[in-house]
């Protein structure tokens, strides 16, 4: 019913007056985008025009910079906790890879530590050594043989490091039970139970940035278009 609702608008453009809209129209025509292939122009059959045009924005393509994603859906980053000394394994392979071939435009990694006292529990991912690289490189690649667009959130969990993960309760570790010393702005604990982080002094963040920058250049070579 669709088509043929169409294919009578596209003969109404076929007089004067639709010539009218349709020139009226142009800039329009040029802007609009599909899922996948070239910007519609003038020049291409007014059928065509129309029926891509009735895509909902939410599913047309999107570029931003250098990077073009099929679709404007984006998947947040959502932590798994299921890392082994912050290497992503077949878990992240297959939970990232159902999510591209699934159609979703651009898929970002869940928060991935710039370095070890920075994981919010031990089972999160990392970036600071080549192993983990490796295994990111094939999360990379599954994500972008589904068709989307990969995206890495690096981040560093300060003063709320070093936790369990949520479905054991959550709770601060302490330093026998597999936490580590965090780090933070002052010598203040995030709340009861978390150990007293260790304040960074000018050198402390220096080698924070430094930490920052060493991953960005990991999640680069890995592949990660976003980040």
Not at 69 to 92: K, L, T
Not at 104 to 113: D, K, R, V
Request: overall charge positive; hydrophobic content about 40%; proline content about 6%.
């Amino acid at each position: 019913r669709n088509i043929k609702a169409l294919q009578r608008i596209g003969r109404g453009f076929r007089s004067g007056a639709g010539a009218r809209l349709e020139h009226a129209g142009e800039g329009r025509f040029k802007s609009a985008c599909t899922l996948a292939g070239p910007v519609l122009t003038p020049q291409q059959p007014l059928l065509t025009r129309l029926l891509v045009m009735s895509i909902p924005k939410l599913f047309q393509s999107v570029t931003f910079r250098t990077v073009t994603a099929r679709n404007r859906i984006a998947m947040s980053p959502m932590c798994q906790y299921s890392a082994s000394d912050g290497v992503a394994n077949d878990w992240h392979v297959q939970h990232y890879g159902a999510r591209a071939a699934g159609g979703t435009g651009i898929i970002f990694t869940e928060a991935t530590a710039v370095a070890p006292a920075g994981r919010i529990t031990p089972y999160c991912l990392g970036l600071w050594n080549d192993a983990q690289q490796e295994a990111m490189a094939r999360v990379v690649a599954v994500i972008k043989a589904g068709g989307a667009v990969p995206g890495v959130q690096l981040g560093h969990a300060g003063r709320k490091a070093g936790t369990d993960k949520p479905w054991l309760g959550g709770k601060p570790l302490g330093l026998a039970d597999g936490g580590w010393e965090p780090v933070g702005a002052s010598a203040l604990a995030f709340d009861d139970g978390y150990l007293t982080p260790r304040p960074l002094d000018a050198a402390g963040i220096s080698d924070l940035r430094q930490q920052f920058a060493a991953a960005a250049r990991r999640a680069r070579q890995a592949g990660f278009q976003v980040a």
